[in-house]
């Protein structure tokens, strides 16, 4: 019941946040499932609840009309101003787990039932804008069979078992105790313990053929004291930024590579410029293309290159 109430809420401000009209009860009941499904008065107790527990959280429900002229029905909305933060200093681990989460969220039915909210207030009719929830748009999928099974078993410390194919070789049967996730340069990993080798590995979980079986009870083993993902990844990914990129960046967007940046100057209108350290061009031009015209790289000539010959093929993928 908890996790159904905290998906409605979330939904709820999804539906007021994204749109600049007043949202009459009814379009809201319909955009939102738990709505939706619930008889008429159960519907105006869950909403006024809702409203009261959105602003014990400090997130103002603004009541009003879509037409200043005529007494039309009066609506809802959440204003954009109301609920932004402002810029975040997070360290480097912080951001890590930030970004873990939303990676993650993709996964999780809350974002289905999300999209699913904003689907159904477009085809009503109403103005949606996308942008105002970028803060929870993964820029990573994991569209990998095996993502769901293998995060299940670490996050429950069950063993798996699983067909695994290395470039130039024949599959080969794998058993391990899953220790965590890792992602690196577009691809998930699996760290954990080969118990047919008796040593830590990583796996990329698109080279797992087949269904990956849990194979033992939960808790049936505890990953070793001291293990650190972040050093299991720096030692199979060892890099240190040895370039710098020059970018243009819209004022109050990029806000990931604002704090990567080792240096920013203001430029003539509504946009700054930042140097940000980097080892991959790959990765950066991931990133980087993920902010769309409001990210442009001035140097070097390869990034910006590699950037827009991911925009290309995005857009190759879209038509």
Not at 23 to 35: G, N, P, T, V
Not at 150 to 159: F, G, K, Q, V, Y
Not at 257 to 265: E, F, H, I, N, P
């Amino acid at each position: 019941m908890a996790d159904r109430k905290t998906e409605r809420l979330m939904n709820l401000i999804f539906a007021l946040l994204s749109t600049r009209q007043f949202l009459s009860k009814e379009q809201i009941r319909q955009a939102i499932a738990d709505y939706r499904e619930s008889a008429p008065q159960a519907f105006e107790r869950k909403f006024e609840r809702d409203k009261e527990e959105l602003r014990e959280l400090g997130i103002t429900v603004e009541m009003g009309s879509n037409d200043k002229y005529f007494d039309d029905e009066p609506g809802y909305r959440i204003h954009r101003d109301d609920v932004e933060l402002p810029d975040l200093d997070l360290t480097r681990e912080e951001a890590a787990v930030l970004g873990l989460a939303a990676q993650v969220w993709e996964h999780a039915q809350l974002a289905q039932d999300s999209t699913t909210a904003l689907l159904k207030l477009k085809a009503a009719g109403i103005t949606v804008d996308p942008d105002v929830v970028r803060m929870a748009e993964p820029k990573l999928s994991a569209h990998e069979p095996a993502f769901d099974t293998i995060w299940t078993a670490s996050t429950s410390r069950i063993p798996v078992a699983f067909d695994y194919q290395r470039p130039g070789h024949e599959p080969a049967r794998r058993h391990v105790q899953p220790w965590g996730i890792i992602s690196w340069r577009g691809r998930w990993y699996l760290a954990g313990f080969d118990t047919d080798r008796d040593a830590q590995r990583v796996f990329r979980l698109s080279r797992m053929i087949g269904e990956v079986e849990l194979a033992g009870e939960a808790g049936s083993y505890t990953v070793p004291e001291g293990t650190d993902l972040n050093d299991v990844a720096a030692a199979l990914f060892p890099a240190e930024p040895d370039r710098t990129a020059v970018l243009r960046v819209r004022r109050g967007r990029g806000q990931s590579l604002r704090r990567s940046a080792t240096a920013t100057r203001e430029l003539a209108g509504d946009h700054d410029e930042l140097e940000l350290p980097y080892a991959y061009t790959w990765d950066l031009a991931a990133e980087i293309a993920s902010y769309g015209a409001d990210v442009v790289v001035l140097e070097p000539q390869d990034l910006r290159e590699a950037v827009i010959a991911r925009l290309r093929a995005a857009l190759g993928e879209a038509s």
